[in-house]
């Protein structure tokens, strides 16, 4: 598909009525899935969609965050649009959440994490990438649990912010949330990204097709 990619938004068509949670989707406005590059070695995964993202119909996009993620990942050469685009130009990144729909009023529950599961799973699996970027502490705490060997109470976004963590088949550079960063944070989290993962080779994490 990467040769072939004819849109970034929910490029493998994942269910755009999904009906599984009977408390969203009187609310919410649209299901947001992935947006990106399908053959992307990055992956960022957030917690669920922000309001502009709900409008948009794109993760990571607009207010309460969005611009941040897309100034950041654009200042290490992965978005090749201005902060503010509604539709980001990408290379070799995706961005996704744990879950597809915003309740207007309050966090995702447990149950709704479980529940768009498969949805993400199916994209870390379509996608395979190097390294995946847990944005926040659910997506972290989530993601430990499936592919580290650490338990999900040993990990504090505060702290792994602008790290490394070995995954299984992969690794992890976590981020805190971008409405909650500081300038001097998110100037951590490139210099990392800089000089500790796109300055060396970050594919011997395993192997993969050649790009």
């Not at 060997?149 to 981020?175: K, N």
């Not at 989290?189 to 395993?206: G, P």
Request: charged content about 30%; hydrophobic content about 30%; glycine content about 10%.
């Amino acid at each position: 598909m990467d040769a072939n990619q004819t849109e970034f938004e929910n490029p493998f068509g994942m269910d755009a009525d999904c009906e599984n949670c009977d408390e969203l989707c009187g609310v919410r406005d649209r299901v947001v899935h992935g947006y990106g590059d399908v053959g992307a070695e990055f992956l960022v995964v957030g917690t669920g969609p922000t309001a502009a993202a709900e409008r948009n119909g794109v993760p990571f996009t607009g207010g309460g965050g969005g611009e941040r993620v897309q100034s950041i990942f654009g200042d290490l050469g992965f978005v090749r649009s201005e902060p503010d685009a509604a539709e980001p130009d990408v290379q070799n990144v995706f961005f996704t959440n744990l879950t597809r729909c915003r309740h207007p009023d309050r966090a995702p529950t447990d149950h709704e994490v479980e529940t768009c599961e498969p949805f993400l799973n199916a994209e870390i699996r379509m996608i395979n990438p190097q390294i995946i970027v847990p944005v926040g502490e659910r997506p972290l705490r989530e993601l430990a649990v499936e592919y580290t060997t650490r338990r999900s109470d040993s990990f504090d976004v505060d702290a792994e912010h602008a790290t490394t963590i070995r995954g299984r088949g992969f690794e992890l550079v976590p981020m805190k949330e971008p409405a909650e960063m500081s300038d001097g944070e998110a100037d951590a989290f490139r210099d990392h990204m800089r000089e500790n993962v796109l300055s060396r080779d970050y594919r011997q994490t395993k192997g993969r097709r050649s790009r």
